[in-house]
């Protein structure tokens, strides 16, 4: 069965450190993936997208990166974290024209 | 470029009343798909429909109706009977087709409160 796993759960994070999440997916292959944030009481905004490995669209400048370093693995990172940065983040992928969301991770950056 | 929109940022009903989430999109796409979500309070996006751009029926799910209208560029969904448990953020979604990108648009999300 198709599945996607993100961890961790929840984070809290100063101001300034290094960020890393991490997305994967299972039971299918060459999906496109997605990172998506949600600010609080706010609708989802895409971030970025990967159409295969190593590919990497980003949709609005920000202080984030993205990488795509094996065919169904996602990784949102940044070298210094900033307030703005606080939300819920999702990783999702699609194989056709389904989408499937990961269980989401909760930043809090102090 | 796509938009969605959800103009009820938020909605109040008791139980067992019918409620209809509104949403109307923009798109220069001939081909697309519509979805909507649901967000509980534990923040997962719960998948409840999609739609293609060509498929105008509408469709009943248990206490759960959309209504596409391609003429007015909408995609209601109405919930019969109201419970408590349909307390939760529901988003209305567009996917582009036509571009290799793929991704979803989503409105701004009605959150939607059933009082016991």
Known sequence: ?110 | AQKVTQAQTEISVVEKEDVTLDCVYETRDTTYYLFWYKQPPSGELVFLIRRNSFDEQNEISGRYSWNFQKSTSSFNFTITASQVVDSAVYFCALSDVDTGRRALTFGSGTRLQVQP
């Open chain 1, 1 to 110: 069965s198709q599945t996607i796993h993100q961890w961790p759960a929840t984070l809290v994070q100063p101001v300034g450190s290094p960020l890393s999440l991490e997305c994967t997916v299972e039971g299918t292959s060459n999906p496109n993936l997605y990172w998506y944030r949600q600010a609080a009481g706010r609708g989802l905004q895409l971030l970025f997208y990967s159409v295969g490995i190593g590919q990497i669209s980003s949709e609005v400048p920000q202080n984030l990166s993205a990488s795509r370093p094996q065919d169904r693995q996602f990784i949102l990172s940044s070298k210094k974290l900033l307030l703005s940065d606080s939300g819920f983040y999702l990783c999702a992928w699609s194989p056709g024209q389904g989408y499937t969301f990961g269980s989401g991770t909760r930043l809090t950056v102090v």
